[in-house]
Structure formats: C-alpha cells, structure tokens
C-alpha cells in the first residue's frame, strides 16, 4: 500500500512522515493554508532518504510557476489536472499523477483509459471531500488509484476494504488545524493503512 502525506510545510512533520514509514510526501504549491515556496520544499527534502518520493502538488499553473517549482524543487513527481500536462514542460524524469475528481453523475462502471497511475478524490480538492469509494472501487478495477480526500486514521481502514486502491493520500485527516500536522495522527495513517493491507493480503 502505496502511502502519501501531503501538506507538509515544517521540519516536524517532513519527519514524522519519514518516520512513521511514507512513501511519499506531497507540497502543495497552489492556494492553501499548505502552501509552501519552493525553496521552503527544496530545504525541508533536503536530506530526505532517496526511496521517499517528493511530488509537487499543483492546481492549474501557469507554465512560469511549474517551471520554477522544477528547477527549484525538483520533484520526482508532478501531481495536476489531467489535462495540464499538455500545457506544461514536464521533463521525462519527472512522473506524472494526474488528479481526478468524484463526479456523482459519472458511469465508472463502463470501460475507460486511464493512465496507468491516477489520484481519485473527491469533487473538490484540499477541502478534505470524500470521494464516492464506490465510484473509487469502479476505477480502482481498471487502473492504478491513489486515493484522496476526506481520508483519517479512522475511517482508511475501512476506505481500502472497500475500493482496494493502490495507495491512500492524507493531508487535512493528520491535522489539528488547517495546515498543522500532527505527528501522532500521521503515525495513526500510516499504521492503520499498513493493517488494512495486511489483512487484505491475508
């Protein structure tokens, strides 16, 4: 189970993330009490271990702000809008983790391309929106699904039971105010969606 923390934006919870065992910790560089520079993001992964990913977390930037969010941050991935890609100059070195979100009216049943690893969440993002895990579930069948929003240490137990994704996303569900980490919270996410694994490998 693929495990991203995302928001992060202070020394103490780049190291609980590391810590409690993430495999990837997300910045967010678009209007948000997460907000952070990319310079802010380049000194706080400074001396990440090499196997943790560190995905650029954007909503509709322009080519100027991707481009120094690249050359300043330099991310592994670049996590955006499906359709932005096309707009943006994305070095083949840099992943892609196209965001899609939860459209109650949407047929998730019927066969659809999807690229091979996608974030599913719910219709509005950095609001801590759930997605339909139902809807979740019908894409997780067909592709790669990181799935956001609306997600805490209670309830992705249950949320991985039920859609079987290839990863679980977390910002605002490991905060004690918008924007604040909690460490023992991030532990929590990290713990429980390691047991959920387990026991449905079990």
Known sequence: MFVKICGLKNETAVAAAVEAGAD????????????????????LTRDLPAHIVRVAV????????????????????????ADDYGLLDVPESVGRLPVYRDQPEADYSA??????HIVFEGARSGVGMQADWLHAAQVA?????????GLDPDNVNQAITTV??????VSSGVETSPGI???????????????AEGAHAG
């Not at 967010?28 to 520079?37: D, G, H, L, N, Y």
């Open 24 to 43: 990837a910790l997300g910045f967010v560089f678009a209007e948000s009490p997460r907000r952070v520079t990319p310079e802010r993001a380049a000194a």
């Open 58 to 81: 954007m909503l509709r930037p322009g080519a100027d702000e991707w481009n120094s969010v690249r050359d300043i941050f330099q991310p592994d991935w670049l996590q955006a809008d």
């Open 111 to 116: 066969a659809h391309t999807w690229p091979e």
């Open 141 to 149: 069948h067909q592709t790669c699904v990181l799935l956001a929003g």
């Open 164 to 169: 079987h994704p290839w990863g679980v996303d």
């Open 181 to 195: 980490k909690d460490p023992e919270k991030i532990a929590a996410f990290v713990k429980a969606a390691r047991e």
